[in-house]
């Protein structure tokens, strides 16, 4: 008799459990969906509020979500702050640290936004867009060596990319290889005819 009472308590137990995940489950769901009605419509703060009423601190999607819905409302600080916790949760997320960026470049913390690039890198090394803004850094700070490095990558993944193949050009122009730049200034021009920041380039090919 005692070992039935026993087990008939362990499966109210497990059923309770079940009937509790469920409902958590449903309450989640129904937070998301809510909050993707609510930013279609630009209500961010109202997102953020319904995304705050399940929040846990665990959950790596409620943290992405809510650094985007802050990104949204130009919530920079607080964007950044939800987007860290993602990225400490899943470390190896490209998503989380592509997600984090965007604060960071709001918040202009170059430094930190370099370092971001630099971790995605190294997870991901042929993400074109981590080694093009990586390029555009070191480029705007004309390390032009270091720049070129990340454009080449980007040129030999999309050849024809205009950013890629733009950028290289200019970094290939300050480095002195003007044949170079001026065959990338002229297959950028057959994808933006016209484009007058090639044209600007060639002017200075003699």
């Not at 087990?7 to 009937?19: E, G, M, P, R």
């Not at 984090?100 to 370099?114: F, H, I, N, Y």
């Not at 070129?148 to 990319?161: C, I, Q, T």
Request: a positive charge; charged letters at 20%; one cysteine or more.
């Amino acid at each position: 008799m005692e070992v039935l009472k026993k087990t008939i308590i362990t499966l109210l137990v497990v059923c309770f459990s079940v009937i509790a995940n469920a409902q958590q489950e449903a309450a989640l769901q129904g937070a998301f969906r809510e909050s993707y009605v609510q930013e279609g419509n630009k209500q961010y703060a109202d997102a953020i509020t319904s995304l705050k009423k399940v929040y846990d601190e665990r959950s790596y999607e409620i943290n992405l979500r809510l650094g985007w819905l802050y990104y949204l409302s130009k919530d920079y600080p607080q964007s950044q702050n939800y987007y860290q916790k993602a990225v400490g949760l899943k470390p190896y997320s490209v998503e989380a640290k592509l997600g984090l960026v965007q604060p960071l470049a709001a918040l202009q913390s170059v430094d930190r936004l370099l370092q971001a690039y630099t971790d995605i890198l190294k997870i991901d090394p042929q993400n074109s867009v981590a080694n093009y803004w990586t390029g555009v850094i070191y480029y705007n700070r004309r390390k032009y060596e270091q720049a070129a490095r990340y454009f080449e990558k980007v040129a030999n993944l999309y050849p024809f990319d205009y950013d890629g193949n733009h950028m290289l050009a200019w970094s290939y122009l300050n480095l002195g290889r003007n044949n170079d730049a001026k065959i990338l200034f002229t297959k950028a021009l057959l994808i933006r005819p016209g484009d007058a920041s090639c044209l600007e380039g060639l002017g200075k090919i003699k």
